[in-house]
């Protein structure tokens, strides 16, 4: 009957390495999954929560969208970085009513899509984070139930790197 916590944890980015390495199709696919779902998500999300008293948005989007990177297609890193600009103009406009809205900006984390990933690759992204090794998916689950839960009452607005420290190495 009601929506406490939304979660919105989509990706695509192509088969090809490189910023300018994309066709068409590409940059239609990496924006309707990257950008265009979690903002309609969102918004209905939102609308969803207001008449129950509020809740929690949570957009999981991707360091690329801080810093970029650059094995990453760039219609992948906009999309991901427009997700930060929807959650922040989301989290101004709700407030009041009680949504709060967040974003989770992962580094590279070991998930079921990564099953298949040569171990050159993994050492290499899991190299990128200051810890040294990629995340698992239960240390960005952790962020996530935090931001969904009422122990973050008063965050909105804010993306979060969970990202073992890649971002602050990136000058």
């Known amino acids: 009957g ?9 990706g695509t980015q192509g088969g090809r390495d490189g910023a300018l390495e994309f066709t068409m199709d590409e940059y239609e696919l ?4 990257n950008l265009r779902g ?4 969102s918004q209905y999300a939102a609308k969803a929560m207001v008449p129950t008293g509020g809740g929690s948005i949570v957009n999981f989007t991707s ?11 760039l219609p992948y890193t906009a999309a991901k970085a427009g997700v930060h ?7 101004i406009d709700y407030a009041r009513q009680g949504v709060r809205v967040n974003v989770i900006a992962p580094g590279f984390t070991l998930t079921e899509m990564m099953q298949d990933a040569t171990p050159e690759l993994l050492a ?3 190299a990128k984070s200051a810890i040294g ?6 240390e960005q689950a952790e962020v996530a139930a935090f931001l969904a839960s009422d ?14 420290g890649w971002t602050a190495r990136v000058a």
């Not at 009601?2 to 989509?10: E, T």
């Not at 600009?85 to 989290?91: F, I, R």
């Open 2 to 10: 009601r929506i406490d916590a939304s979660l919105h944890v989509a």
């Open 30 to 33: 990496m924006t309707a999954t």
């Open 38 to 41: 979690v903002m309609f998500c």
């Open 63 to 73: 360091v690329a969208g801080i810093n970029g990177e650059q094995l990453a297609p």
């Open 85 to 91: 600009m929807v959650s922040k103009v989301l989290a």
């Open 124 to 126: 290499h992204m899991g």
């Open 133 to 138: 090794r990629p995340a698992l998916a239960s």
């Open 151 to 164: 122990r973050a009452s008063y965050v909105t607005g804010t993306v979060i790197p969970v990202d073992g």
